[in-house]
């Protein structure tokens, strides 16, 4: 059976920590993982994956594969308020004929001033 | 930025009513989904679309029906909502080409 799973499940840190939320996958035929971030409502993207190794990169916030030990982690460094949220993470994987995500239960960040 | 737009983005309505939660694009992608997410749980997907006339359930069973008439619209419809239909519906699209999703911003449905 295709699973995500993201630890930790909650967090709580302050204004300035930096945090690595962790995401490992068991599924066939992977394509790409992506991380999302969820506010009050619909998840926004955040980043692709498909490649081990290489890092990417946004601001404050920066990921990485490792497809052979099928994990990814996703750093944010000097976190804001604004940073709290909760942190998909979603597996694209082919299956049946066709392409689907598969979510992790997600991270929940809260960050305080 | 994805241009995804879903209507209402709440709804209270009572048992045995026929619904239809709108979702529409602006950006041509062929796919689009439904997913179904209860607070603090996964989400999972209901149905998607391939593109016009191309509908299929998801993983997770749904009484509800979709459909695609043009690309650009991917209607959810419930013949007869259910307290057990409460959730919250996030409708999302992705082009062939990258298939990263982009998400609308949820209907909130509540069923007395």
């Known amino acids: 059976e295709d699973k995500v799973v993201q630890s930790p499940l909650s967090l709580v840190v302050h204004e300035g920590d930096t945090v690595t939320l962790n995401c490992s996958y068991e599924?066939?035929?992977?394509?790409?993982l992506l991380w999302y971030k969820q506010e009050k409502k619909a998840p926004t993207f955040l980043f692709m994956l498909?490649?081990?190794?290489i890092e990417k990169k946004s601001g404050r916030l920066s990921s990485i594969l490792d497809k052979k030990e099928l994990f990814s982690i996703l750093n944010i460094t000097a976190t804001q308020t604004g940073d709290s949220a909760v942190y998909l993470c979603?597996?694209?994987?082919?299956?049946?004929?066709?392409?689907?995500?598969?979510f992790g239960a997600g991270t929940r960040l809260a960050v305080h001033p | 930025e994805a241009d995804i737009y879903q209507t209402p983005r709440y709804l209270v309505i009572g048992t045995g009513k026929k619904i239809t939660l709108e979702c529409s694009q602006t950006?041509?992608?062929?796919?689009m989904y439904w997913y179904q997410q209860d607070p603090g749980m996964e989400l999972h997907l209901i149905h998607y679309?391939?593109?016009?006339?191309?509908?299929e359930k998801g993983d997770l069973s749904s009484e509800s029906t979709v459909s695609r008439i043009r690309t650009e619209h991917f209607p959810l419809t419930l013949e007869s909502a259910r307290p057990s239909h409460t959730s919250q519906y996030l409708c999302?699209?992705?082009?062939?080409?990258?298939?990263?999703?982009?998400f609308g911003p949820g209907t909130r449905l509540t069923v007395l």
């Open positions: 679309s391939y593109g016009v006339n191309s509908t």
């Open positions: 950006m041509g992608h062929d796919k």
């Open positions: 498909t490649s081990s190794g």
């Open positions: 599924v066939t035929n992977f394509r790409s």
């Open positions: 999302a699209s992705s082009e062939y080409r990258t298939d990263t999703q982009y």
């Open positions: 979603a597996v694209d994987l082919f299956s049946g004929g066709y392409n689907k995500l598969i």
